[in-house]
């Protein structure tokens, strides 16, 4: 227990600074933004002191905060930080200041203009704070309330606000798009209610609450699941498993469950829809490691090789799809589709060098499509269409902007010496050591990724300068704010992959002891017998 409340002050505040940019006077559109840029960097500051007092060798949760909240039903409020937390929390505290930098003018609403900055930073802000409680909470139902609860302003993100148009199909387009998002996410969220309710009974039956309650804390039920007091069949215990996965298959997502996702990006703003891929849907994979693995070991191995045959089939099919896309933003986010692949696949590969790749790979590929979608939005903004064929010849007019984008592109590739490479490198080797089929499949992306990257780069910025892109304008200071730290985050993380790794590592190590998995033992060929002297075959 700590003496100050250092976890709930780093999610209230996003919260309260939504608050309080919402009660700033309506013509104080400037103030508004300045007040989310300030509140995003204290964030920021805060993450960054949380993770430098973070002691990766030290207990598993630490900064703890546990208070009843509800004990008639087993519900607390606890917080807790491990190591693949702190990495991700620490994605999202460095992506909302850029974000907010890079919507600064998208406060232009879709409809009748009637909405200002004011609600657009607010919302923003309203989704970091809880997309960072679902990282710390150690309490299933608190995390399960933050983990719809987010669904809420993320749908008024894409379906309210976006480029600028006058044209009534697009409009329609886009609130389609918000709905379908906010259906496919709560029907996931529903079955793993269903779920949650069902956990919840096996704990009151175990007797692991108080007064013949059960319980939600995170860390009560995992070791009852350890010592083996929780009970439940193993066809029970099946069903919770895949009510809780295919929740999170949802938000990641995972095909086939996945076509909410490039309409929802292509109708959002770039920085709401880099917020949903980069951030909202890491809440996804990150249930996944903690939640279907720590709760339901046995089921996770029963079902590791679906998931991975899904993870395999949507690693390539999102990569063909992308090949084949005329609209830039709906191929960069085809390309999260089967970034998200790799990322499942490394953690139900089940492996200290997959996990470990898998975590880093949801840094890695949150900075990345940050990147490259970021960049590509500056550019649609200003020539006013998406379709790929509308470019050309664009790095003679802008060549900041040409080439940012090309460094973007192979970062999405996973170039080696850009942070990718490391982290899909990593989970292609500690997929290979127990599922060699999945892992050389999987490979093959790498191929159709450099397709996809390097012809897309051809064909918008090389070659000769196409009509109407004769005055496009090259990258401002406030758009280079942007790009530039997360490009030089990319090379950093390229090169020296140590300081997340450090921080994941032994986190990872700790999942794969709880639920009973170790690395697969290296295999030596035995050599062969020496022959004695002048013997023959």
Known sequence: MNSFPW???LWLAPAVGAAAILVVPAGRRTVARALALAVSIGVLALAVVLAVRFQPGGDQYQFVEAHEWIPAFGVGYTLGLDGIATALVLLTAVLLPLLILAGWHDDRAAGDGRKTVHLYMALMLLVESMVLISFLALDVLLFYIFFEAMLIPMYFLIGGFGPRTDDAAVRAQRSRAAVKFLLYNLFGGLIMLAAVIGLYVLTARAGLGTDSAGTFDLRLIVAAVQDGSLGGSAAVLDLLFLGFLFAFAVKAPLWPLHTWLPDAAVSATPSSA?????VVDKVGTFGMLRYCLLLFPLASTTFAPMVITLAVIGIIYGALLAIGQTDVMRLIAYTSISHFGFIILGIFAMTSQAQSGATLYMVNHGLSTAALFLIAGFLVSRRGTRMIADFGGVQKVAPVLAGTFFIAGLATLSLPGLAPFISEFLVLIGTFSKYKVAAVVATGALVLAAIYVLWLYQRMMTGPLKQGNEHLRDLVPRELAVVVP??????VLGFYPKPILDL????????????????PAPTVPAPEAAQPAGGHR
């Open 486 to 491: 997360l490009l030089v985050a990319l090379l």
């Open 504 to 519: 994941v590592d032994p986190a990872v190590g700790h999942t794969l002891s709880t639920i009973g998995q170790h690395d």
């Open 7 to 9: 976890l709930t002050t």
């Open 274 to 278: 880099v917020l949903m891929m980069a």
